[in-house]
């Protein structure tokens, strides 16, 4: 107390000293900068309609990082710069719930809803008038969040509704979710919400995993479930999961009268809820409610399973009280999943360009919401053993809005006899090779034979497509008929390839084989990014190459990388970097880029990457068909001149460069008035 009089009277005697001057100067800034990000954030997650690029936010998050570097005593827990922790984490510790986490009732029909309400109304005893908030059910991950003198101290994942795991760092990734609240909320609270990924980023995870071949997510609740149990927190971040709170835990120091009012007083501290849910002040709203969106349910970004109808008065809902399971004073009613039975022809099995072994179930095709489905992947073999899936089985499948068909279960009423379990194989069911697990605890099985066709065939297609080499005419059938016939045993012999060789398999004629020879011969002179790409290596994308190549511009220099190096590259995290580094130091790669070399393939960057040029820092976007370059070109000369590209139009955007019948991006950015260029225009900034 003392101390902070005389700071006062001290205040007023002399002038504070430099360094003191320059604490407050950088507290300014922070609490600025904060402020800065904490809208970016909101903006982001919570209205969808982001105002700064992801760049600008990766600078303003910087700037902060440097400030505090500097000033490490104004390094506040709530600052977004310690969202994600440093080092893995060895596991997640149990909680106990304070309050257990229920589940809820379904209901599947508008009678059996209105047949809810009957209940409770008996059970009420007095002819009350309920009234009841409606919310999507989210098809995510439910999680309790404990906010303590307005910052976020605990988050428990629901587990079995008694007992959950800490995932507090994890949580602490995602943006939408403050670490501390605005005024007013300065209590304790636990909040409930469900964390989930929108159906957009599933598809972009996923098909990034296939690209680098990786195991894709069956659906957006298992990548949720599976990225918030990552032991590493800033393999989290990259997930981009976002949270949305619909229930109050617990509270000390609150007296929130009915749902919404709670629902209302939490938005207001920043804390994200959903927009799409509605007060109804009877059950015919409730229905109509219901109804609207059991019609719309694909046009919501995230997933739903139904919705959920609460009772809004805390006080009704406290006498309706809980079973061991559920409250009574709410309920689920669900949408009817797209679910079809059909029955299995066959279990087949793939084999990707990394030698994994896939599992697939041939089906009898049958419609499925709106969508003839006649394959539906088993994942691994894990999942043929947990299902006890045989072929001939008559099963259930399901189809959860675009996301790939799953088998849900088999039903084993139906069999005759005659069903076939499948045998886990033994070999490689194409090249008869070895087959092992990468690790005993794997649920994967792979083909370690290098040379196996199948692999060859998947390697071969991803380095001639047109974002990687870009070898028109070089798809599936021919790659097939080469590698079947010896033609081509590893990428390095497509070089080799004569038009008199492509003229002996039946599938060419002279002008098909010179066009072909030429689609060969005028890819040695691709951009090093794409060939770095077409290489295949495990979690390199097309940008991460881009920005590899330009950063290192000669492949002789891939083999000197250090994971240090490459870690220190933003955009390059410590899985990916470890995965460079191994590529390169096989010798089978060194052997084949030698080989590739004396066929001709130069394998430098011609780009000279400028540290400034006009359009660092600088976002585009290429609507349109261009006359002098592709698309994959502008975009690698954009990266080289350090600038960067993006497939999707938003204000972040710099220049959205409109070649000839641009499509509905360049509506967008009309709309959103973005700087519109045309080819020209892009030339001359670029020149
Ligand atoms: S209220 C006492 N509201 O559905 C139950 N749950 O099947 C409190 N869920 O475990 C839940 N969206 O994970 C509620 N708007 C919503 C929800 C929601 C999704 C999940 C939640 C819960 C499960 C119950």
């Not at 999507?136 to 994942?157: F, H, M, Q, W």
Request: proline content about 3%; charged content about 35%.
């Amino acid at each position: 107390m003392k101390d902070g009089n005389n700071k006062i009277k001290n205040k007023k005697l002399k002038m504070p000293k430099p360094r003191d001057r320059n604490i407050e100067k950088a507290k300014k800034e922070i609490d600025t900068l904060k402020e800065e990000i904490r809208r970016a954030d909101r903006r982001y997650y919570i209205l969808n309609d982001p105002e700064i690029s992801d760049k600008e936010y990766d600078e303003l998050l910087a700037k902060l990082k440097k400030i505090e570097e500097r000033n490490p005593e104004l390094i506040t827990e709530d600052s977004p710069t310690q969202r994600v922790a440093q080092g893995l984490s060895s596991g997640f510790a149990s909680i106990k719930h304070r309050e257990k986490m229920l589940s809820l009732d379904n209901t599947y029909t508008v009678d059996e809803l209105k047949e809810w309400e009957n209940k409770i109304k008996r059970m009420l005893e007095k002819d009350v008038k309920i009234n009841y908030f409606v919310e999507p059910k989210i098809d995510g991950v439910s999680c309790a969040l404990r906010y303590e003198k307005g910052n976020l101290t605990l988050c428990v994942t629901r587990g079995d509704g008694d007992t959950g795991e800490d995932v507090t760092a994890n949580i602490k990734t995602i943006r939408s979710i403050p670490l501390s609240l605005d005024q007013g909320s300065r209590q304790e609270i636990e909040v409930r919400g469900e964390v989930y990924m929108s159906k957009k980023d599933f598809e972009s995870i996923n098909q990034q995993r296939i690209k680098e071949n990786e195991t894709v997510f069956a659906n957006p609740r298992n990548a949720a479930s599976g990225s918030l149990k990552l032991l590493d927190s800033s393999l989290v971040a990259k997930r981009k999961l976002r949270c949305l709170i619909h229930s109050f835990g617990w509270a000390k120091g609150y007296d929130f009268k009915t749902h919404k009012e709670f629902l209302e007083t939490i938005a207001s501290w920043g804390l994200p809820t959903d927009i799409n849910s509605r007060y109804c002040k009877n059950m015919d709203e409730v229905i109509e409610f219901c109804l609207k969106w059991e019609g719309l349910r694909d046009s919501l970004d995230y997933e739903v399973d139904g919705m959920v109808v609460k009772v809004n008065d805390f006080g009704l809902q406290k006498e309706l009280g809980t079973t061991l399971k559920s409250p009574r004073w709410a309920v689920a009613y669900k949408f009817p999943a797209h679910q079809a039975t059909t029955k299995i022809a066959r279990i087949d099995f793939g084999v990707g360009r990394t030698g994994i072994i896939t599992p697939v179930a041939l089906l009898e095709p049958v419609e499925c919401g709106g969508v003839t489905i006649s394959r539906a992947t088993l994942h691994n073999f894990d999942e043929i053993k947990r299902l006890d899936v045989r072929e001939k089985d008559t099963v259930l499948i399901e189809r959860a809005g675009d996301v790939i068909p799953k088998i849900i279960k088999v039903i084993k009423s139906k069999r005759k006899g005659n069903e076939i379990k499948v045998k886990i194989p033994k070999e490689c069911p194409v090249c008869k090779g070895i087959v092992t697990k990468e690790k005993e605890d794997e649920v994967y099985l792979y083909c370690i034979n290098p040379e196996c066709p199948a692999q060859l065939k998947r390697s071969l297609l991803h380095f001639c497509q047109r974002t990687a080499m870009d070898i028109e005419g070089m798809g599936e059938s021919i790659v097939d008929e080469l590698v079947d016939r010896s033609m081509v045993k590893s990428i390095g012999d497509i070089y080799a390839l004569t038009k008199e060789d492509l003229l002996k398999l039946p599938l060419f004629k002279e002008k098909k084989a010179f066009n072909l020879i030429s689609a060969i011969e005028s890819s040695k002179d691709r951009p090093l990014s794409r060939f770095i790409y077409g290489l295949g290596i495990k979690h390199v994308g097309e940008k991460a190459a881009m920005i590899l190549s330009a950063r290192y511009k000669d492949i002789d220099a891939f083999f000197r990388l250090k994971v240090e190096d490459l870690e220190l590259i933003p955009e390059i995290g410590p899985v990916m970097a470890a995965s460079i580094v191994r590529t390169f130091s096989l010798s089978k790669i060194k052997a084949l880029i030698r080989k590739l070399q004396s066929s001709g393939l130069n394998l430098k960057d011609k780009f000279t990457t400028k540290v400034k040029s006009p359009i660092s820092g600088k976002v585009f976007v290429f609507t349109g068909e261009m006359k002098s370059l592709s698309r994959n070109q502008a975009r690698e000369k954009v990266i080289s001149l350090g600038g960067d590209w993006s497939s999707s139009v938003s204000k972040n955007i710099d220049f959205i460069v409109a070649g000839e019948n641009p499509g509905s991006k360049f509506k967008k950015a009309k709309e959103l008035n973005l700087n519109i260029i045309s080819e020209k225009d892009f030339l001359k900034l670029i020149s």
